[in-house]
């Protein structure tokens, strides 16, 4: 008869139910534990976007209203210069006021 050999590092033990079990809510909590984590990066991540959009868009409102601002003093600067001109200063005092040029009479020196 021939011999036949028998491998018994191949056989497999017996299973032990709790230790399936147990192995299976370990890796449930593993993977709960995984989602929760993964679930509070993505609402960190979105909530950043959020606010650099944000950010953005008062320094574009910001970059206008400073724009908008210079052209105002640009403006006024303009209309300061026109209303302190010498020739239209003269014209009001003689039109609308009544007023003339002092004859040499009307000079006094203060020394």
Do not use: C
Not at 26 to 45: C, Q
Not at 48 to 56: G, H, P, T, W
Not at 98 to 109: E, S
Request: proline letters at 4%; hydrophobic letters at 45%; a positive charge.
């Amino acid at each position: 008869m021939a011999q036949s050999k028998v491998a018994y590092g191949k056989v497999a033990a017996p299973a032990r139910p709790g230790a399936v079990v147990r192995e299976n809510w370990i890796s449930f909590r593993y993977l709960t534990g995984v989602m929760v984590l993964l679930t509070l990066v993505s609402i960190f991540h979105v909530w950043s976007r959020v606010e650099v959009i944000d950010l953005n868009l008062r320094i574009g409102e910001a970059n206008r209203q400073y724009r908008d601002q210079q052209q105002e003093n640009k403006r006024l600067k303009v209309e300061v210069a026109s209303l302190k001109a010498p020739a239209r200063i003269e014209a009001l005092a003689k039109g609308e006021l009544g007023m003339a040029l002092p004859t040499d009479q009307q000079v006094v020196l203060v020394k």
